[in-house]
């Protein structure tokens, strides 16, 4: 069967936004849009094991929202590296129900796009939970730290 995406994503921000728009909307095609037409794509979904292929992917995300929970999703703390054909993406997810004050502890993700010929696709979304120390620094900013050496 041949995957065919429909959506054009001129650039790695673009195609993030249309990710983290589907997973709220739980809109299993517009996720698997984002996602390259490639058999070595990889998913790993907090504590979860490690999903290789568009099939396998796929039939996570049809899982995941067939549960029927819709969740909001906020990133901070963005770090980007850019190159001609590929950009990494290191972003702290914060996820919560519609409506929560006080979401779920914060994740840490990965997102890796690669150019294709469809413009930027999502090769790999690792994301995995963030240790408590970290969780009490993404709620509450550090105040300038002085640098030692």
């Not at 819709?70 to 950009?87: C, D, I, K, M, N």
């Not at 963030?130 to 105040?143: L, R, W």
Request: proline content about 7%; aromatic content about 8%.
């Amino acid at each position: 069967m041949t995957r065919r995406h429909k959506n054009l994503f001129p650039n790695p921000e673009d195609a993030e936004t249309a990710f983290y728009e589907a997973f709220e909307r739980a809109d299993l095609a517009a996720m698997m849009a984002v996602w390259a037409d490639d058999d070595d794509i990889v998913c790993v979904h907090p504590q979860g094991p490690r999903l290789a292929g568009f099939e396998a992917v796929r039939d996570s995300w049809t899982r995941i929202f067939a549960q029927g929970m819709r969740l909001s999703v906020r990133t901070t703390e963005a770090r980007q590296y850019h190159g001609q054909t590929l950009a990494v993406h290191s972003v702290v997810e914060l996820l919560s129900a519609p409506g929560e004050t006080s979401g779920s502890p914060p994740l840490f993700a990965t997102n890796v796009y690669i150019l294709t010929e469809a413009g930027w696709r999502m090769t790999l979304h690792h994301a995995s939970p963030a240790p408590e120390a970290a969780q009490v620094a993404v709620a509450e900013p550090h105040p300038e730290s002085q640098t030692l050496h």
